[in-house]
């Protein structure tokens, strides 16, 4: 077994886990945490994208024990309170979702790309999406959204 | 308060609970005590299972069953079904094997699934899964459709001979014959219609529950359309009656066509947990989606079409061969039937149709519907003919297209279909002029001066939409009928809840449906709910596919609001003391017309519940239902101009522009139809330039198994796309809606290629066009710039 002690969502979170256990099922699972999907289970689709201590991360090409000792931010985490954060108003003011499944890797993916690049242009933004994959939108109204964000300057 | 009715671009209203991480997806529905399943599938891709030894796996750490298809077999677990019966021109029903949840003497595709392991958590399964002993004896395996049919083929089905599950006709041969022999041109065209795997990005999923004390099971599943579910897990595979299984389709993540079929994996769950006597859960990874989830198209055609000497088709003749795969899914007979066949004329004036479909079975994952469904590869076949049939008679293929086009409504054509209404040349012409089409030849100019080839390609598609009048499918052979059911709800505070029997995995409805609401009772969005899903809470529904949710969905949601509208109009005359026919409603209060007398929705709803002063023999309460059964199909129809620089060097091709001119008929919110046309046009993009299903011709394995081998449009593969509509409404349902789910996937993939082909200079070019595929073309073809 496996001694994880992290820093969820601003929560310190100690759990005894098999030492097998991804990063992903460690949030869904042990945490309860459903907003992380899995989509591929080969770090292809993006949909359980996270953010360790700042920075976007597969949680399900992670183990869980390689976290321990880290910050992460889920989905669940980047609203303060009822304040949705900037990227979460632009994907809903701009249709940058449908089915919902693959949007909260997305979103933490674009909040990742504009602290990385905060001005990119439209060929940036889509180059920098190639880790995450939607069968919805066709991207269209997700590089809106996130070109939006940029335009504002409230990304970070 | 803004408007908020038909037309107008709300936001939606279900985004809150997905972009903050709190949608309910059938993985996330936490249940006490669940325990996990894992499949034991086939990796051959035709064996004869010889003996399965369970033994090892039953012995391992937190293992509560392994469960083979003899144990289902001794439960009287029914098999799957098809339901819709097709016959053959023979007059033969076609040959339907059995297809059982798992395999018990022979497994007929990579995939098939043989057992299953039930143990307390997700890795206790699938540890013990691979304890489970399958000893095989190989057999000889086909995968192509075209091969399948001949002498000595591997024979999948003693049902099915030659692998043959129907030799189906539709249309007049011997007109189509006589067109043949007076024309003045021909084209022919032989054409692969390359299978798609649907890749909704949430996989399938299943968590089980039976209650043994009530003897009721509860199932919650990725469903499109739980009521159908049901409806086949009682009727035909004997599960329980309806009355004791509830099934609940949560959110769920996309579907595309995937999520309709009632499948081996859902089925075995259910009874599983009766048998075991624990929930029991499943979902599956990527790789199972890949092999176990229905994929789509996979047909092999040759078309020919005889022109007169003014350039007008006089008929069109189609062979095609589809492939259904190892067995027939639920709907699988009628997509290369009556969902393909019966579009052949596409929106030309074509007075000679004649079309034969062979479904053949071979040793692949089944194949059923995947957005459009036959009218994808409908649309490619007419498509590539009208560019083929251009370059050979010598004009622009925009000119052949608008010399064909059907200009009279209603028209009438030789393959079933009555389209009702439409506009063909005012979509072309919108999408012409916002593609700029015609000035074209100097942006090809400017890239050839820097090494590009440049072309532009067209398709104009029409797709049936609005499936479907139930008496109309029954005659073709559909085992259900295709109405939709709605029921509106009326709370005494004036609050009110709709109830559909279409599900929602990304469409919108909770906004769009309300947004019908808001328009007739001037009620605000946020004041409606739109219930969907659950079979406890609707009586029964026949689902979203087809693009149907609209057309019949919205068509049955306005019927009883018609109905709700009709009693509180009574009820607000009485309590106005004024007559019924001087009551309007307006802007939310009903009005006394000519006088300043109102009351507004609310109190009449009110007033309805309190019932202390209703008019006489008026029930107390505000709630009715409908059903709802189209008169017809519905036609949305559209323009799509596809234009792309292709890299001589390396074969690469970049699309530069893409132009979408759709008629749906009546919108409702055209944010959210945009967003539908968008991504069907990224699944039909994928299909043209990426995507395509490859198995190993010899040994029958799925080459392209992850997300790894199967290229799936990505961000950096397409462009942002100019989408626009022009508007004729239905004229055979009351709001006038057609549909939009499908177009997209159905009119870019002709497009994509025709605008390929113009750039290379060539005939035949199949999809998906990889580089390499169009770096053999533009080589073979010697084009000044590649050949330098």
Redesign the interface.
């Known amino acids: 077994m496996a001694q994880i002690n992290v820093k969820v969502n601003g929560r310190a979170v100690a759990r005894q886990v098999e030492d097998r256990t991804l990063l992903v099922e460690f949030l869904r699972e042990t945490l309860g945490l459903t907003g992380t999907h899995v989509g591929c289970d080969t770090g292809q689709c993006g949909a359980c994208v996270v953010h360790l201590d700042g920075r976007a991360v597969k949680s399900c090409t992670m183990m869980a024990a390689q976290a321990s000792g880290s910050e992460i931010t889920t989905i669940e985490g980047l609203a303060k309170g009822d304040a949705l954060h900037p990227m979460q108003a632009a994907f809903h003011e701009h249709h940058a979702l449908q089915c919902g499944f693959c949007t909260p890797g997305m979103i933490m993916m674009a909040v990742d790309l504009l602290r990385r690049i905060p001005r990119p242009d439209e060929a940036t933004i889509r180059a920098n999406l190639d880790g995450n994959l939607c069968r919805c939108t066709g991207y269209h109204n997700i590089v809106k959204a996130i070109a939006a964000v940029a335009q504002t300057g409230a990304g970070a | 308060m803004a408007h908020e009715g038909i037309g107008a671009r709300v936001?939606?209203k279900?985004?809150?609970?997905?972009?903050?991480?709190?949608?309910n997806?059938t993985?996330?529905i936490?249940v006490k005590n669940a325990a996990y399943a894992e499949f034991v599938r086939s990796p051959h891709a035709h064996a004869r299972i010889v003996r399965i030894d369970t033994a090892a796996a039953l012995a391992a750490p937190g293992v509560i069953g392994v469960l083979t298809g003899a144990a289902l077999a001794e439960d009287k677990v029914g098999n799957l079904i098809c339901g819709w019966m097709i016959h053959s021109k023979d007059g033969s029903p076609m040959k339907a094997a059995p297809y059982a949840p798992l395999a018990r003497d022979v497994v007929r595709y990579v995939g098939n699934p043989v057992a299953v392991v039930v143990a307390e958590n997700k890795?206790q399964a699938r540890d013990a899964a691979e304890l489970v002993q399958v000893e095989y004896q190989e057999l000889a395996a086909v995968v192509d459709p075209a091969a399948t049919q001949a002498p000595g083929a591997p024979q999948l089905h003693a049902e099915a001979p030659n692998n043959t599950i129907y030799q189906w006709a539709l249309g007049d041969k011997a007109a189509v014959d006589r067109a043949f022999a007076g024309a003045a041109h021909f084209v022919e065209i032989d054409l692969i219609n390359n299978r798609l795997v649907p890749?909704?990005?949430?996989?399938r999923a299943a968590t089980a529950i039976y209650d043994r004390a009530e003897g009721r099971f509860t199932l919650y599943t990725t469903s499109q359309n739980p009521h159908v579910a049901r409806l086949v897990l009682s009727a035909f595979i004997g599960l329980a009656p309806e009355h004791k299984l509830r099934v609940v389709a949560p959110?769920?993540?996309?579907?595309?066509g995937s999520k309709i079929f009632i499948y081996p994996e859902e089925t075995v769950c259910l009874w599983a947990a009766r048998r075991l006597g624990v929930p029991v859960r499943w979902?599956a990874?990527?790789r199972e989606s890949f092999l176990a989830d229905a994929h789509g198209r996979d047909h092999v055609t040759r078309a020919e079409m005889a022109l007169d000497a003014s350039h007008k088709i006089v008929g069109l003749r189609v062979k095609t061969i589809a492939n259904l795969g190892a067995y027939m899914s639920t709907f699988s007979s009628s997509v290369p039937t009556y969902l393909y066949a019966t579009l052949l004329s596409g929106q030309y004036d074509i007075p000679a149709i004649y079309a034969e479909v062979d479904a053949v079975y071979t040793n692949t994952t089944p194949v059923d519907a995947y957005r459009g469904a036959g009218r994808p590869e409908a649309t490619f076949v007419v498509e590539r003919l009208m560019d083929a049939a251009a370059r050979r008679v010598g004009i622009d293929p925009a000119e052949i297209r608008r010399k064909n086009f059907i200009r009279t409504f209603p028209h009438q054509t030789p393959v079933i279909m009555t389209y009702d209404t439409g506009d063909y040349e005012a979509s072309l012409n919108a999408a012409l002029s916002t593609a700029r089409y015609a000035e074209f030849p100097s942006r090809r100019r400017e890239a050839s001066g820097r090494g590009k080839l440049r072309g532009i390609g067209l398709a104009c598609y029409i797709e049936a939409c609005g499936i479907a009048p139930s008496q109309a499918v029954g005659s073709l052979g559909a085992g259900v009928g295709l109405w939709e059911s709605a029921e509106v709800r009326v709370n005494p505070v004036g609050t009110i809840e709709v109830l559909t029997g279409c599900h929602s995995?990304?469409?919108?409805h909770e906004t769009t449906f309300a947004q019908l609401v808001a328009e007739r009772f001037g009620v605000p969005v946020d004041q409606v709910s739109v219930v969907h899903g659950d079979t406890d809470k609707v009586q029964f529904g026949m689902g979203t596919y087809g693009s149907r949710s609209g057309a019949v969905g919205l068509s049955a949601i306005n019927k009883a609001l018609e109905r709700v509208e009709a009693k509180a109009k009574r009820i607000a005359a009485h309590l106005m003391e004024a007559a019924e026919s001087d009551v309007e409603l307006k802007g939310g209060e009903f009005v006394v017309v000519g006088t300043d007398k109102r009351i507004a929705f609310a109190n009449v709803a009110l007033a309805a519940y309190t019932a202390h002063n209703l008019p006489a023999g008026t029930e107390p309460g505000l709630k009715e239902g409908a059903f709802y059964d189209p008169q017809n199909f519905t036609f949305p129809a559209g323009t799509y101009v596809c234009e792309v620089e292709v890299d001589p060097k390396t074969g690469g091709v970049e699309i530069v522009q893409f132009t979408a001119a759709d008629d749906f008929g009546t919108i409702v919110n055209p944010?959210?139809v945009?967003?539908?046309v968008?991504?069907?046009?990224?699944?039909g993009i994928g299909q043209a330039l990426l995507e395509g299903c490859r198995y190993d011709r010899d040994s029958g394995q799925l080459v392209t198994a992850?997300?790894?081998d199967y290229a799936?449009?990505?961000?950096?593969d397409?462009v942002?796309?100019n989408v626009s509509t022009t508007v004729t409404p239905c004229k055979t349902n009351p709001l006038g809606i057609k549909g939009c789910g499908e177009a997209?996937a159905i009119g870019s993939p002709a497009a994509v290629i025709n605008a390929i082909a113009d750039a290379l200079g060539v005939e035949r070019l199949d999809m998906p066009a990889s580089p390499q595929r169009v770096w053999e073309a533009a080589r073979a073809n010697r084009t000044p710039i590649a050949a330098e």
């Open positions: 936001l939606r279900e985004d809150r609970r997905f972009i903050t991480g709190q949608g997806y993985d996330d936490p890795n890749n909704a990005i949430e996989p959110d769920v993540g996309g579907g595309f979902t990874d990527r995995h990304g469409q919108g944010m959210i945009e967003g539908q968008h991504g069907g046009l990224a699944q992850t997300f790894m799936m449009p990505r961000a950096s397409l942002s796309f997209g």
